[in-house]
C-alpha cells in the first residue's frame, strides 16, 4: 500500500530519507504532483510529499534575491514577485498544463521547475532555470546534509552543483531550500508578428533576426491553424501562420528597435505589432505551449541548434502528419501527434540527423514505460551520470527509474 | 601539497619516453630543468613548484592517450592554460606531468547563423571576439586578463568580468565542450544547440579548475556588439552612499554593461598611474557603463545620471566620445599594475558579498587593516558584489608575506560571515583551498568530492586543488583518511 510521508522540516526532510536508506525503501518524490507524469514512472510504493516543506525564507527584491523551501507553489512565488515588479527571467511556463486538463496558472513548485530544469521563451537571451539557481540545501541519498552555492551573483566556490541538482529530477538528493536570482520586469514590451506560413522560411526569418543587433528576447513560429488558441485577437487577424519576435526593455529602446526589426524583416511578409498587455498575453501562452495543452495526444520537444529548428520541424510535420511549433529561435520543437503512435523511431531519427535531442513530454503511461522518454546519451557519459547518481544515492532510493535506464544504476528502472 | 610519489619520480625516464611516442612533435616534450622554469607557476606567483615534465598535445587524440598512460601508470596531471590564473589551479607538482594546452590554438567553426563559435582551449578569450569583430559580434565573459588567458581557462575558473553582471559568467555563454577523462575516454557534452541530456555536466565541468578532466574543444554563444555605450563617473562622499546607489539603479530595473567601484586608495593610485581624471577628494568612485541602441543609452543615462543625485553623487561625469569612455575605464582596467607602482608586492582577494553588505565590509577591513599593519586598496564588481581587495606588502620584509596571507584570509572570512562566499571568479586552487571549512561543511564537501570520484576515482587529476588539505577523497572509498594512513603509509595525503 501507498504510504505518503510529508515532512515538515528539513530535519524531518532527513529522518524520512534516513529511513528509506536505512529499510531499502525507494520514495517517490513530489512536490504538488504537477509534473508526475513527466518521465518514466517511478518504481516505489512510498512517496515522498513535499508540499508541506514551504514557505519563503528571505525575499530581498534589492538584492534580486529570493530562497524558499522547496515545496512553496509557484503561485504564491509569482504573485509575491509581482508585487514588488520582479519576475523569474526565465519565464518558467504553466509546464503541467501541458501535461494535464484543468491545471490553474502557475501549478507546480520551485522544487519540481528546478528538478526539472524548465524554463520559457527568454532562455535564449537569459538562459534555463539552471542559470537563475544561486544556491540549494539538500539531503541526499545518503541522508546527508549538502548544500552548494550561495545566495551571491558570482560565485566559484568549489564544485558548482546547483547546476548538478537543476534538471536531475531529484535523483541525487532532495532539496529542501532553493535560492534564486530574480530580476525586474522590463520597462516595455513590444511584439513585432510577421506573416509566415512556410516553416523553413519562419526559421530563417528567426536566425535573421537573431543574428542582428535588436537583443530579441523570444522568438517564436506558430503555425496557422494553432495562432487562435494564443488568445491574442492582433495574431489572429493577421490569417496565416506567425513568426513573433518580443523586444523589452526602457520604453524609447524598444520602440526603436520595433521599427528596426520590421524593416529587416519586411521581405518576409506583413508585418502587426503587440503592446504591452498583448504581447504579455502572447507569450505567457508561448511559455504554456498553450496550442498543444489540455493533456490529449502525444507530445515531442525536440532540441537543437537553433538554425537547424525550420528544417527539422519542417521535417517532422512532413514525415509524422504531427502539428508543430517553434520556439527559442528554432532550438526547441514541439511535435504533437494525434493517436496513441508515438512514432519514436522517426522522430528521434530525424532529431538525431540534425544532432537534435528528443524527449517524450506527454503520453499515456504505457508508451512512456515501454521506451526511453530522454534522449539516450552516448556510453562514455552514461557511465558518469550512472556513477554520479550511484556516489550521491548509493541505494537508488530516490524516484527510481524516473530518467530512465541510461542515468540510473542498472536494475533501476 | 601532496608529498611527491617516490615510485613516479624513479619512472621518470620512462614517463618520458613515453610521452615522446605520443607526441613525437618538436619541443612536444619539455623535461630540461630551464625550459621547465616557466611553468613552475600560474598568475599566483607566491607558489612556485617545477613540474616533473612538461608535454604540449597538439590534437584530442594525443591528450586522450596521455591521459590513459597516466591512468594506467598511476600519474598524476596538472592541466595549464595560458597561466594567468589567480588562485594558483595550475601550480604544477613535483611528481606529475604538467598538460600544457597552448598548442590548441585554433578556431574551428564560426557558425554564423547559430551565433556559435568552436575553439580549441589555448585560443585567447580575446582571441575569439577579434575572429568575430569584423561581423560586429563578439564574445561577453571578459576576464581583465582577457588578452592573455585562455577559454580553456577560463571554462576550468568561470572566468567573469566587468560584464558578468548583464551577460553572466562563463557557464552561462559556453555551450559545449569536447573533454577527455583521465581514462582517455572523450567526452562530448553539450553543443549548439541549448540542451543536453542526462545531468549538467557541462555546468559542473564550468569552474571545476581541471579536476573533472581536459578540456580539447569549446563551442561558446557570441552576440551582436551593442551599438552604443557611454560611461558614467559618479563620486561620493562615502562608500556606503556609492553601494545605495549601486542598489537604487539595480533595483530600478536598470542593469548596467558594467558597474563597477573604487575606494579612495585605489583611485589616488589608479589616477597617479594613468590620469583618467577621476576626483581625488571622493571617498568611492562608481563607473557605470550603459549599452545598447544609442536611444536607449542616452536615456539610460539620464535616469541614472538622476538616482546618482539623489543618492548625493558630489562627482559626475559622462563620457562624451569613445575615447573619453576608454580613458574612463582606463583606471579601473590598470588598478592592479598602478597599485604595483606604489608597493612592491601585492596580493588580489577575491570573495563576493550581499551588496547591501558593502559599506560594513569596507569598515571591517579597514580594521583588519589596522590589525595585520599592511595596506589595502579596494576595486570591486560592484554590480554583483564581487571584492578585489589589494593587499599591500613587502615580500623582502620577513613576515610580511604571511601577514598578507592572514589579512586575505581573514577578508575571506568576513565575506562568508555576511553571506557572501570566498571566490567570486578566480577559484579556490591551492590559495584558498584550507578556507573551505569556512563555508562548507564535511558532509558539503564529500558531495563535491563524490562527483569529482565520478570522474577520476584515482584523483589523478590536478590533487591538492580546491579540497582542503588532508581532506582527501580518499576517505570515501569506505576508509577513513587516518585508516588509509595507518594501512598505506606511503600513500600521499592532502
Known sequence: ?413 | MPEPDQSTLARRKDIIAAMRDIVPNEGGVIVDEDQLRPYECDGLMAYRQLPMIVVLPENTGQVAAILKYCHTHKIRVVPRGAGTGLSGGALPMADAITISMMKFNRVLDIDWDNRAVVVQPGVTNLGITRAVEHKGFYYAPDPSSQIACSIGGNIAENSGGVHSLKYGLTTNNVLGVEMVTIEGEILRVGGKGPDQSGYDLLGVITGSEGLLGIVTEVTVRILRKPETARALLLGFNSSEEGGNCVARIIADGIIPGGLEMMDAPAIKATEDFVHAGYPLDVEALLLVELDGPKVEVDYLIERVGAIARECGAVYSRISESEDERLLFWSGRKNAFPAIGRISPDYICMDGTIPRRRLAEVLTGMQVLSQRHGLRVANVFHAGDGNLHPLIMFDANQPGELERAEAFGADILKLCVEVGGVLSGEHGIGVEKRDLMPEMFTEDDMKHQERLKLAFDEDELLNPGKVFPTLHGCGELKTLHAREVADKFPDIPRF
Open chain 1, 1 to 413: 500500500m501507498t504510504e505518503v510521508i510529508s515532512p515538515a522540516t528539513p530535519e524531518q526532510l532527513r529522518e524520512a530519507i534516513s529511513w528509506a536508506l536505512g529499510s531499502k525503501t525507494p520514495l517517490e518524490i513530489i512536490g504538488s504532483g504537477s509534473k508526475k507524469t513527466y518521465g518514466h514512472s517511478v518504481a516505489a510504493d512510498h512517496v515522498l510529499d513535499l508540499s508541506k516543506l514551504s514557505g519563503i525564507m528571505f525575499y530581498e527584491p534589492e538584492e534580486l534575491v529570493m530562497s524558499v523551501r522547496a515545496g512553496t507553489s509557484l503561485a504564491e512565488i509569482h504573485a509575491l514577485l509581482s508585487d514588488k515588479n520582479q519576475q523569474f527571467h526565465f519565464e518558467p511556463g504553466n509546464f503541467p498544463g501541458l501535461l494535464a486538463d484543468g491545471v490553474t496558472d502557475h501549478a507546480g513548485t520551485i522544487g519540481g521547475l528546478v528538478a526539472s530544469n524548465l524554463s520559457g521563451p527568454r532562455r535564449i537571451k537569459v538562459g534555463a532555470a539552471r542559470d537563475h539557481l544561486l544556491g540549494f540545501e539538500a539531503i541526499s541519498g545518503r541522508a546527508e546534509d549538502f548544500k552548494s552555492g550561495g545566495r551571491v551573483m558570482k560565485n566559484v566556490t568549489g564544485f558548482d552543483l546547483s547546476k548538478l541538482m537543476a534538471g536531475s529530477f531529484g535523483t541525487l538528493g532532495v532539496m529542501h531550500t532553493i535560492t534564486m536570482k530574480v530580476m525586474p520586469r522590463d520597462e516595455k514590451t513590444r511584439t513585432v508578428l510577421i506573416a509566415c506560413d512556410d516553416i523553413e522560411s519562419a526559421g530563417r526569418a528567426m536566425t535573421r533576426a537573431m543574428g542582428s543587433e535588436n537583443e530579441v528576447s523570444a522568438a517564436a513560429w506558430i503555425a496557422r491553424e494553432q495562432v487562435g488558441m494564443l488568445g491574442v485577437d492582433i495574431a489572429t487577424g493577421i490569417g496565416a501562420g506567425i513568426v513573433a519576435l518580443r523586444l523589452e526593455g526602457p520604453a524609447p529602446s524598444v520602440a526603436w528597435r520595433c521599427e528596426a526589426l520590421r524593416k529587416l524583416l519586411a521581405d518576409i511578409g506583413t508585418s502587426e505589432e503587440l503592446h504591452s498587455t498583448n504581447s504579455h498575453v502572447f507569450w505567457r501562452s508561448v511559455a504554456d505551449v498553450a496550442p498543444f495543452a489540455g493533456g490529449a495526444g502525444i507530445l515531442w520537444r525536440v532540441s537543437a541548434a537553433p538554425a537547424s529548428g525550420g528544417a527539422i520541424a519542417s521535417k517532422l510535420a512532413a514525415e509524422t502528419g504531427g502539428k508543430v511549433m517553434m520556439d527559442w529561435a528554432g532550438a526547441q520543437i514541439w511535435l504533437q501527434l494525434a493517436g496513441r503512435d508515438a512514432m519514436a523511431d522517426k522522430v528521434r531519427d530525424i532529431a538525431v540527423s540534425y544532432d537534435a535531442r528528443a524527449v517524450l513530454v506527454r503520453a499515456p503511461e504505457d508508451i512512456r514505460n515501454q521506451m526511453s522518454v530522454f534522449h539516450a546519451e552516448d556510453a562514455a557519459l552514461a557511465r558518469i551520470n550512472a556513477r554520479i547518481r550511484e556516489n550521491f544515492d548509493p541505494e537508488g532510493i530516490l524516484n527510481p527509474g524516473r530518467i530512465g535506464q541510461m542515468l540510473t544504476k542498472q536494475g533501476d528502472a
